[in-house]
C-alpha cells in the first residue's frame, strides 16, 4: 500500500473530472489529492481506507471524499471491478457563490467532507441517478450544473455519516510515506499472524513509542486499534460470503479468544458476530 499525492488535472481546464473504472480489481492504490472526490461502486467488494475508517464495501456504496483526505480501495472478491467518479476543485464554488443563500447546504457539505461522507439510503440513490445524468450529459457546463446539483442534494442529507473520527487529523509529509508504507505493506501481509508493536516498530526503524505517535499521527488511532478494526473487517466479510463458524472466522483472522472476538465486533459493529451474519 503506497500514500502518494494524485495530480489529476483536466485536459480542458475544468473544474470537473468524469472518471469511469472498469478493472479486474481495485488497484488497492493508497493517495490523496487536493480535488474533493465522489465515488459510486457499482460492482465489487472488500475494504475502503478513508482517512482512519476502514469499513467493507461492496455494490452501491457511495462515499464523498474531501480534500487530501488519504484513502483507498481493496478488492476482496472476485467480482470486476466497476465504478464512476467525480473529482472536482471546490474553489469554483467560494467567493461570491458561496453566499448565496440557496447554496447554503453546498457550503456546509463541503465544510464537513474533510472527514468523508457517507448518505442515506434515499439521499444515495437519487445522488446516483444524477450521477448518471452528469456521465450522459456531453456539454461541459451542463456537467457542472448537474454537480451543483448534486452537491445541493447531498448537502440537504440531515442524516449523512462522517467517516474519519473527529480526532482524526491528515498530515501528510513527503519524508515519511515511504516509512508509512512499508509500515502498512507489512501489517496487510501478515495480518492474520501474531504481530507485536515491536515487530512493526523493527519495520518501520522506529522505537515502539515512537510508532505510536507515528500511527497516531497519521491514521488517527494506534498501531493495536488499527490492526483490530483490520481484521474486524475482514472477518465481517467473511461473516457474510462464508459458511465457517464463527469460531473459525475467529481465529483464521488472528484472534485467539473467542470471547475477546466478539467483544471487539460487538463494539464495532454494535451486534454480536452471529446476529451480523444474519443481517
Known amino acids: 500500500m503506497r500514500l502518494t499525492r494524485e495530480n489529476t488535472p483536466t485536459s480542458d481546464g475544468s473544474p470537473l473530472l468524469c472518471l469511469e473504472i472498469y478493472q479486474p480489481h481495485f488497484d488497492s492504490h493508497y493517495h490523496h489529492h487536493p ?83 457517507i448518505f442515506s439510503d434515499p439521499t444515495r440513490q437519487a445522488a446516483q441517478r444524477k450521477i448518471d445524468a452528469i ?18 442534494l447531498l448537502g440537504g442529507d440531515e442524516t449523512a455519516q462522517t467517516l474519519a473520527g473527529l480526532t482524526y487529523e491528515s498530515n501528510v509529509k513527503p519524508k515519511q510515506i515511504a516509512r508509512l508504507e512499508r509500515v502498512l505493506n507489512y501489517i496487510d501481509s501478515h495480518w492474520r499472524e501474531p504481530i507485536t508493536l515491536a515487530d512493526v516498530a523493527e519495520i518501520a526503524a522506529l522505537h515502539p513509542q515512537s510508532l505510536s505517535r507515528f500511527f497516531q499521527q497519521h491514521l488517527g488511532m494506534d498501531f493495536r486499534s488499527h490492526l483490530i478494526k483490520l481484521r474486524l473487517s475482514h472477518a465481517a466479510q467473511m461473516l457474510l460470503e462464508t459458511e465457517q463458524t464463527v469460531t473459525e472466522i475467529a481465529f483464521s483472522c488472528g484472534f485467539n479468544n473467542i470471547a475477546n472476538f466478539n467483544r471487539h465486533f460487538r463494539s464495532i459493529y454494535q451486534r454480536t458476530p452471529s446476529t451480523y451474519r444474519k443481517g
Request: aromatic share 6%; glycine share 14%; proline share 2%.
Open 35 to 117: 480535488e474533493i472526490e465522489i465515488t459510486w461502486i457499482l460492482n465489487g467488494d472488500g475494504q475502503r481506507l478513508i482517512g482512519d475508517s476502514l469499513e467493507n464495501f461492496t455494490g452501491g456504496d457511495l462515499v464523498l471524499i474531501g480534500s487530501d483526505l488519504p484513502h483507498q480501495y481493496r478488492s476482496a472478491g472476485g467480482g470486476q471491478a466497476i465504478g464512476k467518479v467525480l473529482k472536482f476543485d471546490a474553489s469554483f464554488l467560494e467567493n461570491d457563490f458561496s453566499r448565496i443563500p440557496e447554496c447554503k447546504s453546498v457550503r456546509g457539505l463541503l465544510e464537513r467532507s474533510g472527514r468523508g461522507l
Open 135 to 152: 456521465f450522459r450529459t456531453e456539454s461541459r457546463l451542463g456537467k457542472i450544473l448537474g454537480l451543483i446539483e448534486l452537491l445541493h
